[in-house]
């Protein structure tokens, strides 16, 4: 059996086009990052390379934005998202995929329709809620939030995952002894962890990145997370594009770096989730 093989035209092509995808992909982070580090941001028009290197736009954020207060309000309001996602979801998504219960279809149904409802329609009820509750200007609040807007994806991805797991390796532990919270721990918990992998990264993103709920619910602004902190430094009149590009080089930051480390897992654990959909 003869395999064909690719002329250095053809290559060179498929080169050209990844080459081409790269700049169009990597591009506008170049951007951001050299205007953050050039002196003359304001004044740099359509220069591609910046006119020097200097941090003052950095250090600008964090004295005189008060960028690092929102950072780690983004990072308590993540990291609280990250763990009331990844818990809910996952005993809901064992509960839908292991037990039989009445309008348990009607259940899975409702979990697709939530999440094709746009978030914009969704502010203003939460928001009453919130104030009902007493939980806005909160951390708190805008974490529940973001975890009610994360549950779906997670419930559907995980229910992927827990329905993959052999019920007879659950059967193997019960005959063993062990309790269902024991089976759950040591058995079925290791098993579906890759998918913890990939809907936590969805939930992070989702807190870390949103922008209309926090703006909504938080007036004051040492509760502002790091996206709002962002549209402190467009005026009315004038925007200062040196901060602007530097907060946005820190927003950026943690997130590519979060994704090179655990890219391989979460490709992994969406295409694992969805097997059995």
Known sequence: ??????????????ATAVAALLVFALFPVYWMVSTALDPKALTRGSDLLPSGLSFEHFTFAFEKGNFGTYLLNSAIIGIGTILGAA?????????VARFKFRFRTSVLLMILVVQMVPLEALVIPLYLQMRDYDLLESLLGLSIVYIALSLPFAIWTLRGFVSTVPKEVEEAAYIDGASWFRMFRSVLLPLVAPGLVATSIFAFITAWNEFVFAYTF????DNYTAAVGIFQFFGENSTAWGPVMASSTLVTAPVMIFFIIVHRRLGSGLAAGAVKG
């Open 1 to 14: 059996m003869s395999t064909r093989r690719s002329t250095p035209a053809a290559r060179f092509g498929l």
């Open 87 to 95: 818990l809910l979801a996952l005993f809901a998504a064992v509960a």
């Open 218 to 221: 938080m007036k004051s602004s």
